[in-house]
């Protein structure tokens, strides 16, 4: 894994969560992320003004961006949970899926230490097959063999909580309600013990049991010594899973630090 030579110095601060030497797994250095919406001026009308509109277009006009990060620098280490807050459209679900490689970056650099899985979107599911094959599919997906799917299958099930109410698992996925689906993605993301595992919001959508469960599953992930980051609107999931929180706000890198002092200004800060 490549190193970033520069403006790291700030993350000094944050503290192993293990003893023992810090391996980094993520780095981003003064990364900047800007989408490009095209024709996003005036976009309403009929289908033929919008076809004249697109007939006339000119190379590089009428193109917006929206620069959506801008500088974030910090270091993830094994064995931390790292919670992303800020307001809403303040960068932080861009962040995430720049990390996964999903979305290049403008400027600066993103280095990470194995392949992050990103929940919910690494995910291949496919909503007309049953839970049962998506199970399968998913494992495959994240590159586990059969035996192994297999072997967990049974546990991923009931971790989801999906045939607590009957045999759901062998109905197709779009049969199931938004809750359901996401417990079951986030089952199958968490069978496997990733090096660094990115969830966003998935917390949020599975009921107060299914909470518990996630967040006991999320300490398990980080004792077994890989990263995990969390976004989420709900400061209780992050005090109670994450070590360590980064606050970004209008896509600038607000706080870097443990979680009670950046939940402490954040809370402050939306007070206001
Ligand atoms: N596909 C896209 N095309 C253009 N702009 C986008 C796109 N996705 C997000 N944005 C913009 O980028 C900025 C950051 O959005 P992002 O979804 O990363 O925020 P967020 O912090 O995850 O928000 P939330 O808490 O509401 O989920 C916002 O201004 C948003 O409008």
Known sequence: MAVAEKGLEKDAAAEPAQGGERRPTVIADDVHIVYRVYGGARGRGSAT??????????PGGNVREVHAVKGVT??????EAIGLIGSNGSGKST??????????????????????SLLGVNAALMNDLT??????????????????????????????????????????????????????RFSIAAAKDHDVLMIDEALATGDKRFQKRSEARIRELRKEAGTVFLVSHNNK??????????????????????????????EEFTRK
Request: with cysteine; proline share 3%; net charge positive.
């Open 49 to 58: 003004a919008a076809l004249s509109r697109i007939l006339r277009r000119k």
């Open 95 to 116: 962040l995430l899926r720049a990390i996964a490689g999903l979305l290049p970056v403008e400027r600066g650099r993103v280095y990470t230490d194995g392949q992050p």
């Open 131 to 184: 839970g049962e094959r998506n199970v399968i599919l998913g494992g495959l997906a994240m590159g586990m063999t059969k035996t192994q799917i297999e072997e967990r299958y049974q546990d991923i099930v009931d971790f989801s909580g999906i045939n607590e109410k009957g045999d759901f698992i062998s109905l197709p996925m779009r049969t199931y309600s938004s809750g359901m689906a996401a417990r079951l």
């Open 74 to 79: 910090f270091t993830a280490y094994r064995g």
């Open 237 to 266: 999931s992050i005090r109670d899973t994450c070590n360590r929180v980064l606050w970004l706000e209008h896509g600038e890198l607000r706080m870097d630090g443990p979680t009670d002092e950046v939940l402490k200004e954040y």
